[in-house]
């Protein structure tokens, strides 16, 4: 491509550090679209004749299929798909791929391609998002009075309805669904016709590449265009973040999991067993899609790494920007769907998750607060009062609602029979009915209103 100046070709060594078609033949789609949008207002310009633009179409319609046939053979020694591509449309059609590269530069038309392939892979992760928000909706639906114990610490706290919790991670991905899109509209505009750095002095139109390939608009500064990857930061910042909520969600269901709490049992789908103990049913699954955030927020730091210190414009750094991409697009991808798959495999205990919540005074908060609303106690000392309570049944070994009403008028005189029922944890939990909250009856309507927000 540059054989004019060169005497020589590259050492051996040099083409293997140099090339990239080994993964950015993953462009390959968008390299053509892009190719095509370039070749069609070219020739509207008058730049090239319609004759060769209309050449070009066919033949990169020729390449596609080859490609997607998998009868195009890559070539290390053309370093990447935007070469690898060209070089067999001149094979192809001869002449007129000569003119292709008429007004524009590599440099634009990576940028232009990769953005035009996380557009793709955002989309695609919004699909994956709504499905396992969908899963979630569904399971929170038929649990909206499941009661389960709520942890802060990972100490039993309050009741909560198990529809509940599964609606907190319906929120998160909701967030992760925002802020992908919030990286596309951002993303959405085409660099194509920044060429090198400078821009062209061919007549070129960039408004009609741009809107031929859905962006918004043309990006406004040629030197930002060619060496901006902030979309594909955003890309896997999101993705780390998202990753992160899905490894918070599989660490929930590997403590659900176990013998010790046995909240949820998952099947053999999602479990392996053991190959000397034989009562295990180890949720793998789960504990992958809790490690796999590594990788992802890896990817994320590592291409932060080889952006900073950058000078404008392009570098030959900023081919390091696929590889993390297409990983944590893999990665993600396969992580949703195994969550996604997780939840519709689940099946609630609803006996040990209803048992667990008599554990660990679940009820302390409404003891205090019984003793706030119908004695006019001050709240700090009411918390005083119920550690008291709490003591006492602690040492006797039972719940609050098991100590008789002379030991809690030991405590508080004041104290009457009418106490007890405030003492159900089924009251408890009915009781929290502020908007977002645990209540059986606020979680019915937030089903619903995730259903109309989300889906
Ligand atoms: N393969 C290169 C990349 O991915 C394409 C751009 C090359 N530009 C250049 N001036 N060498 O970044």
């Not at 176990?258 to 049913?281: E, H, V, W």
Request: proline content about 4%; aromatic content about 6%; glycine content about 6%.
């Amino acid at each position: 491509m540059w054989g004019g100046r060169f005497a020589r070709g590259p050492a051996a060594i040099m083409e293997k550090i140099n090339a990239s078609i080994g993964f950015d033949k993953r462009l390959a789609d968008q390299d053509i679209a892009g190719s095509k949008a370039h070749a069609a207002m070219l020739a509207k310009q008058g730049i090239i004749t319609q004759a060769d633009a209309d050449a070009i179409r066919d033949g990169l319609d020729r390449v596609k299929e080859e490609i997607d046939a998998g009868a195009f053979t890559f070539k290390v020694e053309l370093e990447d798909i935007h070469m690898n591509v060209e070089a067999r449309l001149a094979e192809l059609i001869g002449e007129p791929a000569k003119r292709l590269h008429t007004g524009r530069s590599r440099n634009d038309q990576v940028a232009t391609d990769f953005k035009l392939w996380v557009r793709d892979a955002l989309d695609r992760l919004d699909a994956g998002l709504t499905a396992l928000q969908t899963a979630l909706i569904d399971l929170a639906e038929q649990n909206t009075d499941t009661v389960m114990p709520g942890f802060t610490h990972l100490q039993a706290a309050q009741p909560v309805s198990f529809g509940h919790h599964l609606l907190a991670y319906v929120e998160m991905f909701g967030r992760d669904r925002g802020r992908m899109r919030d990286a596309r509209a951002r993303l959405n505009e085409c660099p194509l016709g920044s060429a090198a750095l400078a821009g062209t002095p061919y007549p070129i139109d960039r408004f009609m590449t741009a809107e031929a390939l859905g962006f918004n608009r043309p990006t406004a500064n040629s030197l930002d265009a060619v060496s901006d990857r902030d979309f594909a930061l955003e890309y896997l910042a999101a993705a780390s973040i998202c990753a992160t909520h899905l490894s918070r969600f599989a660490e929930e269901i590997v403590i659900w999991c176990s013998a010790q709490f046995r909240f949820i049992r998952l099947s053999d789908a999602y479990t392996t067993g053991s190959s000397i103990m034989p009562q295990k049913k180890n949720p793998d699954a789960a504990e992958l899609v809790r490690a796999k955030a590594g990788r992802v927020i890896g990817t994320l730091t590592g291409l932060l790494v080889v952006m900073k210190g950058l000078p404008l414009a392009y570098s030959k750094d900023m081919q390091e920007d696929k590889e993390p991409v297409f990983e944590t697009d893999d990665t993600l991808a396969l992580c949703i769907a195994a969550a996604e798959g997780m939840v519709r495999d689940m099946q609630p205990n609803k006996p040990a998750m209803r048992e667990a919540a008599d554990r660990g005074f679940l009820n302390a908060t409404d003891l205090a607060d019984w003793l706030v609303r119908e004695l006019d106690m001050p709240f700090r000392e009411a918390h005083h009062v119920t550690g008291r309570a709490v003591k006492a049944a602690e040492d006797r070994r039972v719940g609050l609602t098991d100590l008789s009403l002379a030991e809690l008028q030991a405590i508080e005189p004041r104290i009457t029979e009418a106490v007890y029922p405030a003492l159900s944890i089924e009251t408890s939990l009915d009781s929290r009915r502020s908007f977002g909250g645990a209540s059986p009856i606020r979680v019915k309507e937030a089903v619903k209103a995730a259903r109309e927000r989300f889906l």
